[in-house]
Each structure stands twice: as C-alpha cells, then as structure tokens.
C-alpha cells in the first residue's frame, strides 16, 4: 500500500510503539522503507545544570540504541535520531524526506488536548502525506 512510511516514536512513560510498528509493517508495500524517528527536545537551560555532565550523551546514546533495536524487527527499516519540537520537527522530516503514510501513535488525552495528543494533533492538521494515528 506504501512505500515509505514514516513512525515517530515516543519513550515516555505509557507510550507503546509497538502498535504503530506493526500497523506500518501492515501497511508496507513488499520492498517498502520504514523509518523510525525518535525527536530528542531540548531540556530547558535551568534543567540542564540539575543533569549529571554526560545525561544528555548517554541519554541520546540509549535511545538511538533502543531505536536500533527496534528498526531490527522491521524488514527495510531505519532509525533516526534528531533533535528539535516534536511536532514540529516530525513534519519538517516528512517535508524535506516525503513519506507516504505517518502512523502515530498518540496517548488517551485529556482535556487540553481534546481528541488527539498534542503532537498527534499537529502531525494530523498539518501533514501533507496520509496519517494513521493509532491509540
């Protein structure tokens, strides 16, 4: 169905990939890329002072393990780590990279986010490829 798919994935607590990855696994044309993008934010400044001096290098190291890992058991797929807003940052990925399809997964919200999660809401407004969003 397509060809590149696009799966943002998120660490924090509560959030389970797997769902996405197996939808995009359903959704991949036979030869199909899948790139798994992890977006690390920036910690505020005030935060960082708090941080012992390597959390952030062993902090991205760990996730881009973990991402490995998890690109591994997906046929043509890739893991990519950057840094930037994650809303923000997943749509200028798909605008400079052009993938078909985005599966994202997105959290049981709350009021402030009405139907979707916040970055699940801006990836679905604003993409200019199919969204899947998968809860």
Known sequence: MYK?????????????????????KALSDEGARVTLLHV?????SYAISYMPQDYVTNARKAIEEELSNMASGVPGAEAIVIDGHAGRTILDWADENHPDCIVIASHR????????????????RHAACAVHVIR
């Not at 696009?6 to 990855?21: C, K, Q, Y």
């Not at 690390?40 to 505020?44: G, H, T, Y």
């Not at 919200?109 to 679905?124: C, E, F, I, K, W």
């Open 40 to 44: 690390i934010e920036r910690l505020p």
């Open 4 to 24: 590149h798919i696009l799966v943002p994935i998120s660490f924090e607590e509560g959030r389970d990939a797997t769902g996405a990855i197996e939808v995009a």
């Open 109 to 124: 919200p709350g009021m402030q986010d009405l139907l979707l999660g916040s970055t699940a809401t801006q990836v679905v």
